[in-house]
């Protein structure tokens, strides 16, 4: 099994608590939360296949092969309604640098952090690191460093909670970019708020505390955001 290039036990920690998510030994699709009676304890397309961009990062092949027979990458999402009529990877296909079957492509810009920094990893993609930059600099001009969260977007605002995964999002594009202040800044409050079984939860209140149960999305994100 080929490990981070530098052991950190934050990983590990995420990868035990994925691997407890497994729905057989074959290792070939993952419940979204631990909980049985959670009403996400069930198999989101979505999440399966950003798990195997994961384990390809990881150079865990057999894993990757195993979900992705299981899960074709451009099966139907299931995580209804949010998102009908979606495939399952429209959306983190930019973090495995496949921008075909991209979402957002048509997009220039968006009233949501998420989507911004994956619009700012497709235009780095594209090789426009101007409009890439501008949207940087506005999460940027978001983000506070002193609580390692990002300023609420709309659909945040209506829950009044801060999403992890964004932030981790915004880790991740820092890293492309090599923005080390803002890549170390992220990485202390992920390591900060990484629950005691080893995934993340998804989202943090005001005050900062965990809102939600740790689930396949918020911890591969996040790990991502750690990796080296």
């Not at 170390?184 to 005001?206: C, I, M, P």
Request: hydrophobic residues 35%; aromatic residues 8%; glycine residues 4%.
């Amino acid at each position: 099994m080929m490990r981070p290039s530098v052991y950190d036990p934050a990983i590990e920690r995420a990868l035990h608590f994925l691997d407890s998510l497994r729905v057989d030994d074959m290792r070939s699709e993952y419940y979204e939360v631990a909980e049985t009676t959670h009403s996400e304890h069930r198999v989101y397309n979505q999440s399966q296949y950003l798990l195997s961009i994961l384990f390809r990062k990881l150079g865990k092949e057999d894993l990757v092969e195993a979900i992705r027979r299981k899960h074709p990458s451009d099966e139907p999402d299931n995580d209804l309604p949010r998102r009908r009529g979606h495939r399952s990877n429209d959306r983190w296909c930019i973090l495995e640098d496949d921008i075909k079957p991209f979402y957002l492509s048509n997009r220039i810009n968006s009233r949501y952090n998420d989507e911004k920094a994956l619009l700012a990893l497709y235009r780095l993609e594209r090789g426009r690191e101007r409009p890439a930059k501008t949207l940087s600099e506005e999460l940027s001009s978001r983000y506070d460093p002193a609580k390692g969260v990002l300023q609420m977007d709309e659909a945040d605002a209506e829950k009044d909670l801060h999403p992890v995964y964004k932030v981790a999002l915004f880790g991740i594009l820092a890293k492309r970019i090599n923005d080390a202040t803002t890549v170390r800044s992220v990485q202390e409050s992920l390591r900060r708020w990484q629950h005691q079984a080893g995934g993340w939860e998804t989202d943090r209140k005001v005050d900062l505390t965990a809102d939600g149960a740790a689930n396949i999305e918020t911890t591969v994100l996040s790990t991502l955001a750690l990796l080296r």
